[in-house]
């Protein structure tokens, strides 16, 4: 039993270490599927487990399919470039402003739109600005990464980990609001003052001057419509509590259709650009942590947090969103999600608990490069522009930027609990 519990855990950290470091610059997928064909081919897991945990994220690859369309068919009509050359005229010729109006529109796409929206719709505008503006891309694309995470609490839809960490004892809006307003606003504002300053030097120049924007075609149009569409759909589905996957699966199909239609264009130049590979990656991250289930770890865990949860549920609300925060950079936030979502549900803790496990999922990847799917969803929309952040570079910025944000929303959260 012991070394069965070994080898998984094992096998378990290496596809996740795999995943975060991306040795000879293979694909993140690859790590997780290896790890989790291995876990079946040593008897580990049975297939039949194995094929039912990846059912599990079937809602958030339905999620990431609808929107990579989205993103994909208002790319290629135009959308992205209107709006980067928009950005750049409302700027005048000033970086700061343009750093400003870049987080405002993050902040409005990870809110209603989700996370993941932001890292895969936001990133080619924001390349696509810099390039208008001819200024350094990256202090403008950090902005993706940070903003997607650092505004994910918001609203439940902001983020699809908030629908797992909370599972069926989801609050209702309202109740939410009361927990997740105050250190949403105080996470949002901390990380835009700590990311100005770390890019404080490139935003001392000036923007270039854009005489003129393209202009926006009927289809381009449509596809802007739909995505304002999306994201009411989504902000409706959330309040009934029903799953987001669906709904933005089928208004990904639905505007790709028409605009398609209206352009008298094929399909296959919108699917072949899609990021495909990010579906296994989620899949097999699912049955990596159904494989740690199976030991008993988690309900070993979840059985050891109800003790201290009982004892002190103040620091012990503290200490797991640290510690949840600090090991979402080295696993990922999305297992790390699923991990805390059977435990924490297991222990049947307080909302205040599990809002502090929630705020170091959702903003404790700011630290490292691969910390949330959101930010690996942004690293490949960067490599598809021909851009590179390296782990070091990211982490420069993330040790700046995510501690000091965290530990102000635990405490705005621990007021809010009082």
């Not at 989790?36 to 690859?61: F, R």
């Not at 004892?169 to 300053?197: G, K, N």
């Not at 988690?298 to 201290?308: C, E, I, N, T, V």
């Amino acid at each position: 039993m012991f070394s069965a519990t070994a080898a998984t855990c094992g096998i378990a950290g290496l596809a996740t270490l795999g995943v975060v470091i991306r040795p000879w610059n293979l694909p993140e997928y690859l790590w997780a599927v290896t790890g989790a064909l291995l876990l079946v081919t040593l008897g580990l897991l049975p297939w039949q487990e194995a094929v039912a945990a990846a059912g599990k994220g079937l809602d958030v690859y339905y999620f990431l399919i609808g929107m990579m369309l989205l993103a994909e068919v208002a790319r290629q009509e135009g959308l992205f470039d209107w709006l980067a050359a928009e950005a750049v005229r409302w700027s005048r010729k000033s970086a700061s402003r343009l750093f400003l109006i870049v987080y405002g529109v993050g902040i409005l796409v990870t809110v209603f739109l989700s996370n993941d929206a932001t890292a895969v719709v936001l990133t080619p505008a924001v390349y696509a600005a810099t390039r208008a503006a001819r200024v350094e891309p990256l202090p403008y694309l950090f902005i993706c990464a940070f903003i997607a995470n650092a505004a994910s609490f918001v609203l439940p839809i902001s983020n699809p980990a908030n629908l797992v960490v909370f599972g069926t004892a989801m609050p209702p809006l309202l109740e939410w609001l009361h927990y997740f307003a105050f250190p949403s606003v105080v996470s949002i504002a901390a990380t835009y003052c700590l990311l100005r300053f770390t890019q404080r030097a490139e935003l001392a120049r000036d923007v270039a001057d854009h005489d003129s924007s393209p202009h926006l075609t009927t289809s381009g149009k449509i596809a802007a419509a739909g995505i304002a569409a999306t994201a009411v759909v989504l902000l409706a589905a959330s309040g009934v509590g029903s799953d987001l996957g669906l709904p933005t699966l089928g208004c990904g199909l639905a505007i790709t259709a028409l605009v398609l239609a209206f352009e008298r264009k094929p399909p296959w130049p919108v699917f072949a650009d899609v990021s495909w590979s990010v579906i296994p990656l989620v899949g097999g991250l699912f049955i990596l942590v159904e494989g740690l289930d199976r030991t008993g770890l988690l309900p070993a865990l979840a059985g050891q947090l109800k003790a201290m949860a009982a004892a002190a549920p103040h620091s012990t609300a503290w200490a797991a969103g640290l510690v949840t925060a600090f090991a979402s950079n080295l696993i990922n936030n999305l297992p790390m999600g699923l991990i805390a979502a059977t435990t924490t549900q297991g222990a049947q803790v307080s909302h205040e608990m599990t809002g502090a496990v929630l705020i170091g999922v959702d903003l404790g990847p700011n630290l490292s490069v691969t910390g949330s799917l959101a930010t690996i969803l942004w690293l490949i929309a960067l490599r598809r522009e021909g851009e590179h952040v390296g782990a070091r570079r990211f982490l420069r910025v993330g040790i700046v930027v995510m501690p000091p944000s965290l530990v102000l929303a635990l405490l705005a959260l621990s007021l809010m609990a009082l």
